[in-house]
């Protein structure tokens, strides 16, 4: 019943993220930031798990205190999440008929 589910993607946080990128061609990290409600380093560390899995990309722009970040999802991502949201869907519809 829980088969499709990946674990990656499943935690909370980079659930959250994934949703973001699925719906933006890209974000930075002060936006996904505000928007998680999460410390820096916790960002840091889920993003990086992410990217890590191939589930999305980071570009890196200035240096010092102007430096940025920005995430995309890549296809295997996009993929990813969307087999997850199904299965989400289908463990879901399962329980209520069930």
Do not use: W
Request: charged share 20%.
């Amino acid at each position: 019943m829980i088969s499709g589910l990946d674990p990656v993607i499943h935690a909370p946080k980079r659930l959250a993220a994934m949703a973001i990128l699925a719906n933006a061609p890209t974000a930075s990290f002060r936006f996904l930031r505000e928007q998680l409600d999460i410390a820096e380093s916790d960002l840091s560390k889920q993003m990086s798990t992410l990217e890590s899995s191939g589930y999305v990309t980071s570009v890196k722009g200035g240096r010092g205190k102007g430096a940025s970040t920005t995430y995309k999802m890549t296809n295997a991502g996009q993929q990813a999440y969307e087999a997850h949201c199904a299965a989400l869907r289908a463990l879901i519809d399962g329980a209520l008929s069930g």
